[in-house]
């Protein structure tokens, strides 16, 4: 199922709207976010939560195209885009083949890229997330140590719209958890890094199957004076 963003499809449509004689426009609308964090030794290392916006303009005419762009949503700002982007049509190269897509008549198959439960929530469950990842990833196996444990998530709203008849708007959000560990035995030592990507908020289930694979390696047994391409020899014990 599809999410349109009616604010940001306006301003789009806004600036298509304004196309002079001759002039083909298409206009990119897009604002959006991430949050980044970092747990080690059950402390948050590093920690980033940033949003931005942005417009972006392409106007083609006589085979010229000329584009801009601006970091903000400000009806001043829009304004200068659009008016920059018609200003770099005479520094295009020509290119009797330069136009806009036209729409083919296929509707796009619903798809679900927009989840809820990630948009609401909030900043110190996914702190309390990263640190519960750590722990359990510590309690698989006391040979077990983690280099870091992390979460990321993104989000962003986008709206599209060209002089040739295309129209569209959506968002989509998603977020992962990952952790590095290494496991010591003696002066053997191996390194897995374990990854879950997911749609909403949740400890990967993956990673005590990670830890195992991990120490099942440190398990094995390598002949003496082995050739370089001998095998391990390991045992199946999980």
């Known amino acids: 199922m599809r999410i349109e963003v009616p604010d940001l499809q306006a301003i789009a449509d806004r600036i ?3 196309a ?16 980044s964090v970092r747990v080690y030794e059950g402390e948050v290392e590093h920690f980033v939560s940033a949003q931005s916006a942005g417009v972006g303009v392409r106007v083609i005419k006589d085979g010229r195209t000329g584009t801009a762009y601006a970091g903000t949503l400000d009806d001043s700002a829009i304004a200068e885009v659009l ?16 136009g806009l897509a036209t729409p083919d008549g296929v509707e796009p198959v619903p798809q679900k ?9 909030p900043t110190d469950q996914k702190v309390a997330l990263t640190k519960d990842l750590e722990q359990r990833t510590l309690a698989a196996d006391s040979r077990v140590r983690t280099e870091s444990a992390n979460y990321d998530d993104g989000w962003d709203e ?6 040739s008849g295309i129209r569209t708007s959506g968002r989509s ?12 035995d003696g002066e053997e030592s191996q390194t897995v890094s374990a990854f879950l990507s997911v749609t909403h908020p949740q400890t990967s289930t993956s990673t005590r199957r990670r830890v195992k694979q991990q120490i099942v390696l440190l398990d094995c047994s390598v002949p003496p004076n082995p050739p370089p391409s001998a095998p391990r020899l390991c045992s199946t014990r999980m």
Do not use: H, M
């Open 16 to 18: 298509v709207a304004q």
């Open 20 to 35: 002079k004689q001759g002039e083909q426009i298409e206009a990119y609308v897009g604002r959006g976010g991430e949050t």
């Open 83 to 98: 008016a920059e982007a018609r200003d770099n049509v005479q520094f295009g190269n020509p290119d009797e083949f330069a």
């Open 113 to 121: 890229f927009w989840d809820d439960t990630l948009a609401k929530y």
């Open 158 to 163: 986008t709206a599209f719209a060209t002089t």
């Open 173 to 184: 959000n998603g977020c992962y958890v990952s952790v590095v560990t290494l496991a010591d």
